[in-house]
């Protein structure tokens, strides 16, 4: 085999364990709830609003 058709190969190997590792992650993520996806945005959402929140009192307290 010469050393081009070996380096193809192993590109070739490479990539369709890349697309079987990529396959395997989306059938796993389609199996959680929905809701979990959906309350962990939400409660992300929240938690950056009371930080915003909390940065702005603080900014008036240190202008005070």
Do not use: T, W
């Not at 996806?37 to 603080?58: E, T």
């Amino acid at each position: 085999m010469s050393p081009n058709m070996y380096l193809y190969e192993k590109a070739r190997e490479a990539h369709s364990q890349d697309l079987r590792r990529e396959a395997e992650k989306e059938r796993l993520l389609s199996h959680l709830p929905q809701y979990r996806r959906s309350r962990s945005r939400r409660a992300a959402g929240k938690l950056g609003v009371l930080l915003l929140k909390l940065g702005a009192r603080l900014k008036q307290f240190e202008q005070s």
